[in-house]
């Protein structure tokens, strides 16, 4: 490992970052500052931009301005004072760092620990603050599900700092104490979470810098959710490592029933940096001018957990989750949403369940602000929001309607596909033929990924209406619906292939087998399911399946959210993303490491060739990659050059 310097294999308990830990960590919480505190809504309301760097803030055994309940400490479990305060000085040891259970076995209670929780559904984010292109200075930004987010120097791997949300100190004594029964979770799930969510981060430059260094007016603010850890979003300026921020606190109606965001589920939807023209309808909206622009995030309502035991798809489950909301990226406050109630602006009666995937929003002009929004609810409708050009208030901001129901309005009595992964949206631009949106899909029943009751499916639409959507005589919005029925089968090698001139998109269905790659037989597909969002680029749409095949392992929780132990492994496919046929000789690839599969991602690699501005194109999924000459990688016959660049300022 690069932090190490050791030769650490597969072994995640050498080296990284955990092993650069100390006995002395620099962690911040917040004290309380209200009275009448509870372990459950602890600091609510919060004020924005507190800084962290204060005594009372900063975790030590001097520092008694954290009651023991954000530790999770009930002070009537420990009759005696000595004995309270032997466990409060133990957990916050071991918060700091100290072996204080001696979890290596080796009878030495005050060396360091070097644990770290795991960061589950994740990912880090690398940030460079300057440096030279030989010695950046950088750092990398994660959380995990101990409620830790991390600043961690990625010169050396050491830790710069750590925050812990204090709703999330709890998590810390469950972790120490290894005890699973302290989960409260209905008594279901005996996985402990906490921020798990995804990351945003937004690295802005002064227009009056000259320079590449984070200083004097720049920026670097992060966002990130909770995922199953709770409802609630955080913003963190770490413009100066030394010194961070709390920004604001979105909390959801679980933490605070007075909450603008009511319809907020747990948070597993990624927080989207962009412009949008704000209030200027009056004087003619114009992009280019500062004032008329607002820094957003949209992001989806989240997910509802009742979705963990729903078995068909007329349950009712509320309409928790099931909205999309726009916040001002510097404050946190509630600009915009959509929904089904009268708290919503945007009010669609028929967006109804819980939205757990990343909303897709662009700017399909290219005049700098965004301008259409798509996102997929848990049942599979497709919706569209338009954002106008000229808006006056909350009220004009945008229209909308579903687009698309890809839930083939199964009854009561059947079990249904679940669409957890937002949707890829890319354009198809051909000469001759006018442009429209293909929206891939899949769908997987992700809080079951054991589950083989259902047929999942691979679905890419064709949407038409591209600038805008059709007009009345009225000049009022009307949105069409893609009719499913027209959807081409293009399961097998030899099916279709689909015609936009004709057919409104196709599906895959999961569980086929290609004899001519997979000797397994018929059966060894079942269950496979499509848990990962596909990247289209260069005409081609990549994207991975998960199969839970394999031996299992049942754990002691037979209820738990994620069924019993058991590994599977993953497909990799790559097909047009316009037709629908495979890329490969065969349907797909098979990946070597078991489990579910990453996100697919693409690394641009300049060649080695002297005065050449060629770069090579590397898929990766996970620390699986691909180069130019391996099968799995799509894109080696793709040249591509270097030949202008437009810089993006967030």
């Not at 505190?37 to 760097?53: C, G, K, Q, W």
């Not at 047929?455 to 591209?466: G, I, T, W």
């Not at 392992?553 to 959210?561: G, I, N, Q, Y």
Request: net charge negative.
């Amino acid at each position: 490992s690069f932090w190490g310097n050791i030769v650490d294999g597969s072994n995640v308990t050498e080296s990284g970052a955990a092993n650069e830990l100390g006995k002395t960590r620099t962690v911040y919480t917040l004290a309380a500052i209200t009275p009448d505190i509870t372990p459950e809504t602890p600091l609510i309301p919060r004020p924005n931009n507190l800084s962290l760097v204060t005594a009372d803030r900063l975790i030590s055994n001097a520092n008694t301005a954290i009651p023991n309940s954000f530790f999770g400490i009930d002070e009537d479990d420990y009759p005696t004072q000595p004995e309270l305060d032997a466990k409060r000085k133990e957990i916050i040891d071991g918060i700091l760092g100290v072996d204080v259970k001696d979890i290596n076995d080796n009878k030495v209670f005050d060396e360091p620990s070097r644990f770290m929780s795991d960061p589950l559904h994740s990912r880090p984010v690398v940030v460079t603050y300057g440096g030279t292109d030989a010695l950046p200075i950088s750092t990398l930004f994660s959380t995990d599900n101990g409620g830790s987010f991390r600043a961690i120097d990625t010169n050396n791997g050491k830790e710069i700092f750590a925050f812990i949300p204090p709703e999330l100190l709890k998590n810390q004594k469950i972790y120490l104490d290894n005890n699973g029964t302290d989960v409260t979770d209905d008594g279901e799930s005996k996985f402990v979470y906490g921020l798990d969510g995804p990351m945003t981060i937004w690295r802005e430059e002064s227009i009056m810098d000259d320079d590449v260094i984070i200083n004097n007016d720049d920026h670097v603010f992060a966002y990130f959710g909770m995922r199953r850890g709770g409802s609630n979003y955080y913003a963190m300026d770490v413009t100066d490592t030394d010194n961070p921020e709390l920004m604001w606190t979105i909390f959801g109606p679980d933490a605070d029933p007075t909450t603008d965001f009511s319809d907020l589920g747990q948070t597993w939807s990624e927080p989207k940096l962009h412009k949008v023209l704000w209030e200027c309808g009056g004087v003619d909206c114009d992009p280019t001018e500062p004032d008329d622009l607002r820094d957003v995030l949209f992001f989806s309502g989240g997910y509802n957990p009742e979705y963990d035991k729903a078995t068909t798809a007329a349950t009712d489950t509320g309409t928790l989750g099931a909205a999309i909301y726009m916040v001002d990226a510097k404050n946190g406050s509630l600009l915009w949403s959509a929904g089904m109630g009268g708290s919503h602006d945007l009010q669609l009666s028929g967006m109804k369940h819980s939205i757990p995937g990343d909303v897709t929003v662009a700017d399909i002009n290219g005049d700098g602000a965004a301008d259409i929004i798509f996102a997929i609810d848990i049942q599979g409708h497709v919706w569209r929001i338009d954002i106008e050009s000229e808006t006056t208030s909350r009220s004009d901001f945008a229209d909308g309607a579903e687009i698309a129901d890809l839930s083939d309005n199964l009854t009561s009595g059947d079990e249904f596909r679940r669409f957890y992964v937002g949707p890829t949206v890319s354009l198809s631009q051909k000469r001759g033929r006018a442009p429209f949106f293909v929206i891939t899909v899949g769908s997987g029943y992700m809080a079951h990924p054991l589950n083989k009751d259902i047929d999942d499916r691979l679905y890419a639409l064709f949407e038409k209406n591209v600038f805008s959507p059709l007009k009345d005589s009225s000049d009022k919005n009307i949105y069409t619906t893609i009719d499913t029925t027209k959807l081409v089968d293009m399961t097998k090698k030899d099916s279709g292939p689909a015609d936009p001139a004709t057919d409104t998109g196709f599906y895959k269905d999961a569980g086929a087998v290609d004899d001519s790659v997979d000797t397994r037989g018929e059966d060894s597909a079942d269950g496979e399911k499509f848990l990962r969002r596909a990247i289209t680029e260069q005409g081609i749409t990549v994207y991975t399946s998960y199969i839970p095949e394999g031996a299992t392992v049942p754990l002691e929780d037979e209820d738990s959210v994620c069924g019993a132990a058991q590994l599977g492994r993953s497909r990799l496919y790559a097909i047009d993303f316009v037709t629908g046929a495979s890329v490969y000789e065969g349907e797909y690839k098979d990946l070597q490491h078991p489990g579910v599969a990453s996100d697919p991602v693409t690394l641009l690699i300049p060649t080695e060739t002297p005065d050449d501005n060629s770069i090579e194109k590397i898929l990766c999924i996970g620390t699986e990659c691909f180069g130019t000459e391996d099968d799995e990688n799509p894109f080696s016959e793709v040249t591509t050059q270097i030949l202008y660049w437009r810089e993006n300022t967030q």
